[in-house]
């Protein structure tokens, strides 16, 4: 007894003082921390983004909440099943856990009293119980990971749901700047998001669990106090290490952020390879990446080296420190004279037995105070993920946030956003839906800058009146495509137009998709679609005849064939094949924006010929004087905010030069 006094009298004011000492120090690092965070400047590209400070608190458990009722819609779920299989596995893992530990101490008492009869029984069960041991271990690592693949299955199919409605994957990248690398937060973000979710699911669970059959068996062993003192160092500890692991948020969203500006920049060189190639610009292409490469490994170490703290930190507070209180509770009870009518091998097994089960509880302790450094970081990627399904949502409703030009308009020959009524904005023009009919009654053509290139456009077109559209570049050519289309807002007047499957685009450059040679005549169209709709494969022979690429077939395989299209057809080719998809899906209306120029002439004329033939109306834009003669009018921009729109017949020679 005298020797348990005077161990608690010694061991009180160490720990006290050891307490105060690791707090001390903790409170310095924050500080230092968080003046690091304030003063290190936010990158000159995302300025114009808002600094939110992201932390656990009541607004990261609502943003949360609305991902999980992505995830987990409902009780009578798959998702569901899974999170009840993990919490079998987890309590069949706390029940194998006493298991061992009673089994165990029963082996060392046996080997400690020389008992061979004994030793032998229970190394028998020890060797019995380690299959079922591994099929529990192997089913909770499985179920765990079935559980984040089905989370990362809703959530990514959530959003590909309203990244891919409508025009929104196009609003993202050319309309709205607020996420500059979707690529990222759709793939890695989300995988990582759903990643940490199961793991917190994990890492509370299954500690909560240890903890109270911990608890209750060692309130049983050495009374209630012992449990109690442990749980309370729960509390102080938690609190503690929560304050400290508040940057470790916006650490996580910076990485992100980075990784994707990085990955982006990557790209935009496999992109644009040929182009660089021309300019010579390897050498400055390499300096962008270095900066970008740069950046990001400036902050990856200023993050390891605040995690390297921590890990410290998380190390003495969860491990060690947790380690003593749990010698100084079980001390109290084998110092004290209760125990000293028991044998030397019932002591032994007894403190062996009472010791690993608070070994455990300390360890549970300790893995439920280190969840709140995996609830930190999920609350950054729980911002990111929620940032991207509110814009997708605004974008989906037409509302989008840009950058305007706010001090001049690019051109100083364009009038200024400020000077149009307080009516004129983003999509408060008005649009109709009519068939064989496109109107235009006082529209701007504005860029989603508000760069305003026309002021009030006023025309009518009706099925079989095709018109020619002339002007220099700048102009507002392709912006009136692109307003028409739906890309772009309509910023006020009234459009009327058909709907959208009766408008069909044909640029330049046609886009090749990947699949056989069958998809790239019938895209954008499945094959199941297709065939729904009646379209054989001698349709699209026929119109590969007509525009004379109909051994395309023969050459490359069959309509099965495979290949890169976007490498493997010729400029020429590619026009050819989007001439033959206007073809085959012989909408109301067509957008043709310089799409013969690799295709010659006579080849040419029959194209027009024939869409003059099958009742498809074109807007054309091209240079070449041969195609006047298939339009009835001509839309002529001056690129100073003027336009004329009349007969070819009534213009004047210099139109058709």
């Known amino acids: 007894m005298g020797a348990l006094s005077k161990l608690q009298t010694n061991a009180k004011p160490v720990a006290i003082l050891g307490a105060i000492a690791v707090l001390a ?88 009293g020389r008992n ?96 109270i059959i911990f608890s209750r068996k060692l309130a049983g062993a050495i009374g209630a106090e012992g449990p109690t003192m442990m749980l309370g160092y729960l509390v102080l500890s938690g609190l503690v290490l929560t304050r400290l692991r508040r940057p470790l948020a916006r650490f996580t969203i910076e990485e992100q952020r980075l990784e994707g500006e990085f990955r982006n920049v990557n790209s935009r060189l496999i992109t644009h390879s040929e182009e660089i190639a021309f300019y010579g610009g390897n050498q400055r292409e390499q300096e962008t990446m270095n900066s970008s490469f740069a950046r990001l490994v400036r902050h990856l ?33 084998f110092i004290a004279a209760h125990n000293s009518g028991k044998s030397q091998e019932q002591v032994m097994e007894e403190y062996y037995r009472n010791g690993r089960m608070l070994m455990s509880l300390a360890g549970a302790v300790g893995r439920l105070v280190l969840a709140g450094r995996e609830l930190t970081r999920l609350a950054g990627f729980t911002a990111r993920v929620t940032e991207l399904v509110t814009v997708l949502k605004e974008l989906d409703a037409g509302e989008y946030k840009r950058s305007m030009v706010a001090e001049q308009s690019q051109s100083h020959h364009l ?15 008005k649009i109709i839906v009519a068939d064989h009919i496109i109107k235009f ?33 700048g102009c507002g050519k392709s912006s009136l495509f ?42 954008p169209f499945s094959t199941s679609t297709a065939r729904n709709k009646g379209i054989s494969d001698n349709m699209l022979v026929e119109a590969l005849k007509l525009v004379q690429l109909d051994h395309l077939v023969e050459r490359e395989g069959g309509w099965d064939a495979v290949a890169d299209w976007m490498d493997k057809l010729s400029g020429g080719e590619k026009q050819r094949v989007a001439m033959a998809r206007l073809f085959i899906h012989r909408p109301q209306f067509a957008i043709l924006d310089e799409c013969t120029s690799a295709v010659s002439v006579d080849v040419e ?53």
Request: with cysteine; net charge positive; aromatic share 12%.
């Open 25 to 112: 120090a903790l409170a310095g690092k924050f500080r230092s921390s968080q003046q690091a965070q304030r003063a290190t400047p936010p990158p000159a590209h995302g300025r114009h983004r808002k600094n939110e400070r992201v932390a656990v608190n009541a607004i990261f458990f609502k943003r949360l909440g609305s991902l999980l009722k992505i995830i987990l819609p409902g009780v009578l779920t798959p998702e569901t099943g899974f999170m009840l299989l993990v919490s079998l596995s987890l309590v069949s893992r706390t029940t194998a856990d006493l298991w061992v530990i009673s089994t165990s101490t029963s082996i060392e008492r046996a080997i400690i």
């Open 116 to 211: 061979r009869g004994e030793f032998i029984k229970y190394l028998f069960h020890f060797f019995l119980g380690m299959l079922p041991i591994a099929f529990i271990n192997s089913l909770l690592r499985y179920s765990l990971s079935e559980l984040t693949l089905r989370f990362r299955t809703r959530l990514t199919k959530y959003l590909y749901n309203l990244y891919m409605r409508g025009f929104v994957f196009y609003r993202l990248g050319n309309l709205d700047n607020r996420i500059p690398n979707a690529d990222q937060l759709l793939t890695t973000d989300v995988e990582k998001f759903c990643a940490s979710i199961t793991e917190l699911f994990s890492n509370i669970s299954k500690p909560l669990l240890d903890i």
């Open 301 to 333: 170490r200023k993050s390891m080296q605040f995690r390297f703290a921590m890990g410290i930190t998380d190390s003495i507070i969860t491990k060690y420190f947790a380690t003593v209180v749990g010698f100084l509770i079980m001390s109290r009870g």
């Open 415 to 429: 009038p200024t956003i400020e000077e149009m009524s307080p009516d004129f904005g983003p999509n408060k023009g």
């Open 441 to 473: 009654e006082s529209v701007p053509l504005v860029t989603p800058n508000a760069d305003i290139l026309i002021r009030s456009l006023t025309m009518e077109v009706h099925s079989g009146q095709n018109v020619l559209v002339a002007g220099p570049n």
């Open 482 to 523: 692109r307003i028409l289309g739906g890309l772009w807002p309509v910023f006020g007047g009234t459009l009327t137009k058909p709907s959208k499957d009766k408008l069909f685009y044909v640029p330049q450059r046609p886009y090749m998709t990947l699949g056989t040679l069958r998809d790239q005549v019938l895209y």
């Open 605 to 657: 004329g029959i194209m027009y010929t024939h869409c003059k033939s099958i009742g498809i109306t074109l807007f054309t834009v091209s240079h070449r004087k041969t195609l006047w003669r298939y339009h009835e009018y001509v839309l002529q921009f001056d690129g100073h905010g003027a336009y004329e729109f009349k007969p070819i017949e009534a213009e004047s020679s210099t139109f058709g030069s």
